[in-house]
């Protein structure tokens, strides 16, 4: 069954250290995105990809970078991890015109 | 800013009794999503409804779509305890059409 997963599902990171969230899709899109989702906020959109070795800047990417070195494969990396990025992350992979989008479960990150 | 509104905050019924939540968003769509979030889970996407359609069912859902007036609705009938969750509605309007953008979401609530 098509999916997306994401690793870890819950990680407590120090202020300042690097946090690498992981996604992997097995729907062959080639769109992927990362969201963060915070009470009032709904989801917001950080980085998203057209396909391998493209990352492009969303709505809200100050302090986070973007990798995607496979189809399958959607990384977002926080260099220097702060508090105001406690929160939690979503990746997704859709299609540009068919909007089918499939979200994974979501990686709940504390950053103290 | 927010280009797509859910409203009510909230809604509360019980078991049988049908609810409608509502969307408004604020730029032209070629396609207008509805997601379900439960506690601890990803977004799951409910009805796709594109800007040429006025209306899309989905077993006991139906949701419309009046783009003159930049709004929708999704409605669910014959509610069941397992409809708890939080609704969002997501338009395409964003990154040039590549990326959902979500609304705060509707937090509807069904008791026995």
Known sequence: EAA??????????VTGGKVTLSCNQTNNHNNMYWYRQDTGHGLRLIHYSYGAGSTEKGDIPDGYKASRPSQENFSLILELATPSQTSVYFCASGETGDSDYTFGSGTRLLVI | ?????????????????SVTVNCSYKTSITALQWYRQKSGEGPAQLILIRSNEREKRNGRLRATLDTSSQSSSLS?????????????????????????????????????
Do not use: M
Not at chain 2, 78 to 91: G, I, L, P, Q
């Open chain 1, 4 to 13: 997306v997963t994401q690793s870890p599902r819950n990680k407590v990171a």
């Open chain 2, 1 to 17: 800013s927010q280009l797509a509104e859910e409203n009510p905050w909230a809604l509360s019924v019980h078991e049988g009794e």
């Open chain 2, 76 to 112: 669910i009938t014959a509610t069941r305890c397992e409809d708890t969750a939080v609704y969002f509605c997501a338009t395409d309007a964003d990154q040039g059409g590549r990326a959902l953008i979500f609304g705060t979401g509707t937090t509807v609530s069904v008791s026995p």
